[in-house]
């Protein structure tokens, strides 16, 4: 019976599935399968009339693999191949969840398992996200942008003379490219405090 | 005095107090920022793992030593001291040493419109970490929905295919230049639009900015470090990954190596380190910081090749679980043996036996070698290691979008604040040229140059832009750094003079710089910089100009093929290799020309004047 041309070689991975609650392949599981097996084909417009007694098993392995056919009610020739193939496929769910396994776990060698369909959500997530992070960014520098219009329209109002000729003084001495150290200590406040530590000794210049 | 271009001789060209740093913090944050980046990250423990394990820490100290620090703590001295960007500051030290600062500004610009493509590329990555399962955990369906998984994402593998076909949508060949990907184009305008929001008003916002984006990715780095410790596999591909092999030093593409990958970890020559000191108070101890943050970049590097190597020490003992674990189910699917009856330790003596008793069925059987040295040899750096191999790592640990989201999150803050670096290498010297009115206020100016990098950064989202990223990254910069820092040293140390540098520098730092400096500045880092720039054009004239591209249709797919550039590639390749560099000579002949047709005035005026010469 083994490669047959209506057979169909099942593989079953129990205790990967399972683990500790891992159950014995025993004869009584065996005939759950015939049951399932049948029950799928009573699903096929005309094989409602398919028995367990049908289905018929051989070449139990300790992996556990066996194959299986479906015979018809004259028990005289196998059921197509094309035909058990559909009515597996359409019960895949009912016979995975009686033997608590999934289409990984129970391999149906030769039947494909169908694939989930692609989820196709309305809008991708990125998308959403990216809208988000967009619309603050923009917010932000649009705050920043008039915060530094109102800014410079205060400061225009000011009187702001005195500080230039202070900086003309400054940058005098910057463009002979002489060192600027020595005329900072006479111009007040532009020296950063914060920045002075104490174990800095100043060479006299 | 002559200056070149007509440069307005004020602090910041406006007649406005030179902005100034809030606390010596931002400051010290910043140039670290500006150091620590992507590279990091993806270059220093690959060139670790592939040159010798802890071997590779001899070469690379020396170098920091001798060439790092030294160039480091000119271009902060210099900037504190003349308190201008690159241009002004090499225009003051000599008008014939101009072109410098102008080509410093060329190769930050360069630099800027491909690494902030990277960052876009970070960004999607980022945005897509935010569901579960991850999206390149599987493969999609094929269109016609026929029941199989992709053709090309079968053949290569899930986390390859979101990169080069759902992310990059890349074409075979660099010349088909394919249409623009409108999503990268969207995240590079976003990233854009970050990058102008946190530099819009110069150091005032990228001072605010840089508390976050500097300190955010040595937070992930711990998280990572000490869950990448406790994975399985992680401790034994650190012990095989650091192991040192001092064999691997006798080769002298190892000390290039480590002398180049200082010299970009530093980021030398940018003229952003320069921008950075020029908003410095005069009296400030540089010499501290130089140091300081040299060796904070250094111990970064070696923390984050600690992280990143027991991650791949984790992945590399997976895959090899993975693969010793099909090689069983094919044994028990073909010896028909009880389901979990062999346990991975066993594997080889049950393989032993079954090959001892059936040799003709195990022949048979299409069973890989499982060697956990090949996985753990396996390196990749750059883009390769980001988005390929890490993303994989990251999918089977537990939680993954949450480790997906921290690292694309660290990349991004770490690649921001080396932007910020670069852009103000760019801004602060256009600003002390004055290019624009005082009346136009400062965040048009940033504007504009965002908006300019921004559009001319475009041309990366085409479907080959990665292949021309790979140029950029490969020919842009290099060279032309080392001619820079060359004669940034060679112009302080002999143009600028020895005596008044070390003057500034008493006037600075309160005592006058130690013999180390000096020896360093004089001699050593010229000598080494001018090793550097010869090594590297023998290498580069030398290896072929090839990339390996991303073929579907080669027939050892998906091993990517190798490919030369046409012609036109080439010649783009050898005149990033140059033109930068090409504004050196070009401003000293201006300057020779200009002061030839002046002598040539004074003398048909025929009154003696003052000649009004140059800083020399």
Not at chain 1, 6 to 28: C, E, H, P, Q
Not at chain 2, 220 to 235: N, S, W, Y
Not at chain 2, 276 to 295: G, H, I, M
Request: hydrophobic share 45%.
């Amino acid at each position: 019976m083994p490669d047959a041309e209506n057979a169909f070689k099942v593989r079953l991975s129990i205790r990967t599935a399972l683990g500790d609650k891992a159950y014995a392949w025993d004869t009584n599981e065996e005939y759950l399968f015939k049951a399932m097996v049948a029950f799928s084909m009573r699903k096929v417009p005309n094989r409602e009339t398919t028995e367990i007694s049908h289905v018929l098993l051989c070449n139990v392995t300790q992996r556990v693999s066996f194959w299986f056919v479906v015979t018809d009610p004259s028990k005289n020739h196998t059921l197509p191949a094309v035909e058990i193939q559909s009515a597996i496929r359409m019960n895949r769910n009912r016979i995975n969840s009686a033997f608590f396994l999934n289409d990984q776990t129970l391999e149906f060698l030769k039947i494909p398992s169908t694939l989930a369909p692609p989820t196709d959500p309305t809008m991708p997530i990125w998308m959403i996200i990216f809208s988000v992070i967009f619309c603050i960014v923009i917010v932000a520098v649009m705050l920043l942008i008039f915060s530094g219009i109102r800014q410079r329209r205060r400061k225009s109002k000011g009187p702001s003379e005195v500080d230039d000729t202070e900086d003309k003084c400054e940058n005098m001495i910057t463009i002979e490219n002489g060192i600027p150290c020595d005329p900072l200590d006479t111009k007040g406040g532009h020296i950063n405090d914060v920045f002075m530590t104490e174990d800095e000794r100043l060479t006299p210049l | 005095m002559a200056w070149a271009g007509g440069a307005e001789p004020h602090g910041d060209g406006r007649g406005d107090k030179r902005p100034a740093w809030d606390n010596k913090g931002q400051y010290l944050l910043s140039c670290l920022g500006f150091a620590v980046g992507l590279g990091n990250i993806w270059r220093f423990p690959y060139l670790c793992q592939t040159h010798g394990g802890g071997a590779f820490l001899i070469p690379y100290l020396i170098a920091l030593v001798l060439e790092g620090i030294p160039v480091f703590y000119i271009e902060l001295a210099i900037g504190q001291c003349l308190r201008r960007g690159s241009i002004g500051v090499w225009t003051a030290v000599s008008p014939y040493l101009g072109g410098v600062g102008l080509g410093c500004l060329t190769v930050s610009f360069l630099v800027s419109l491909y690494y902030n493509t990277v960052l876009s590329w970070v960004l999607w990555y980022l945005l897509n970490s935010f569901q579960d399962p991850l999206p390149w955990s599987s493969c999609p369906l094929d269109i016609n929905r026929t029941g199989a998984f992709e053709a090309e994402c079968q053949a290569s593998s899930t986390v390859s295919y979101f990169w080069y076909r759902q992310t990059l949508n890349i074409t075979a060949d660099i010349s088909d230049n394919g249409s623009i990907q409108w999503r990268l184009l969207a995240c590079l305008a976003a990233s854009w639009a970050v990058v102008y929001l946190c530099v819009i008003r110069g150091i005032e916002t990228t001072g605010k900015a840089i508390y976050f984006t500097a300190l955010f990715p040595y937070l992930v780095l711990t998280i990572f470090l000490i869950r990448g410790l406790t994975l399985p596999g992680a401790v034994r591909g650190l012990i095989y990954l650091f192991t040192p092999n001092v064999q691997t030093l006798r080769n002298p593409r190892v000390w290039l190596d480590a002398a180049t990958q200082i010299f970009f970890s530093l980021s030398l020559a940018f003229g952003g380190h320069i921008a950075f000191a020029s908003y410095n108070p005069p009296r400030n101890n540089c010499e501290k910081d130089a140091v300081t943050v040299a060796l904070v970049n250094s111990l970064t590097s070696l923390y984050a090749s600690i992280a990143v190597f027991s991650v791949l020490g984790f992945k590399a003992a997976n895959d090899h679980g993975r693969c010793l674990d099909r090689n069983l189910l094919r044994l028990l699917n073909a010896f028909d043996l009880p389901d979990q009856s062999i346990s991975r330790d066993d594997y080889a003596a049950v393989l032993a036996h079954l090959n001892a008793t059936q040799p003709e069925s195990v022949a048979r059987l299409p069973l890989e070698v499982c060697q956990l040295e090949d996985f753990l040899d396996k390196s990749a750096s750059g883009t390769g290691l980001a988005f390929v191999v890490f993303t994989e790592a990251v999918l089977h640990m537990p939680g993954a979008p949450g480790w997906a989201v921290l690292f694309f999150g660290m990349l991004f803050t770490l690649g921001l604040s080396s932007m910020f670096g670069n852009l103000e290498g760019i801004i602060t010297p256009l600003l002390d040229l004055g290019v624009l009115r005082r009346s136009v206020p400062k965040e048009v100016l940033t504007g504009l140059v965002c908006l300019l990098c921004f559009l001319s950064a475009t041309c990366f989202a085409l479907q080959s832009g990665s292949y021309w990223l790979q140029v950029f990254d490969s020919y842009a910069a290099p060279l032309n750094l080392i001619i820079f820092a060359f004669f940034e040293v060679v112009g302080i140390a002999y143009v600028y003079g020895m005596p008044r540098f070390s003057d500034d520098i008493a006037c600075m730092t309160g005592r006058r710089p130690g013999l180390y400096w000096r020896v360093t500045w004089k001699v050593v880092s010229p000598l080494l910089l001018l090793t550097i720039f010869v090594a590297y054009i023998a290498v580069l004239a030398w290896t072929p100009l090839s990339y390996r591209a991303w073929d579907p249709q080669y027939a050892w797919f998906p091993s990517r093929q190798e490919k030369s550039y046409p012609g036109w590639v080439q010649a783009t390749c050898v005149l990033l290799c140059f033109l930068p560099a090409l504004w050196v000579p070009a401003v000293a002949l201006v300057q020779q020309l200009a002061k030839r047709r002046q002598k040539q005035d004074t003398w048909q005026d025929g009154c003696p004047k003052l000649q009004e010469g140059g800083a020399s």
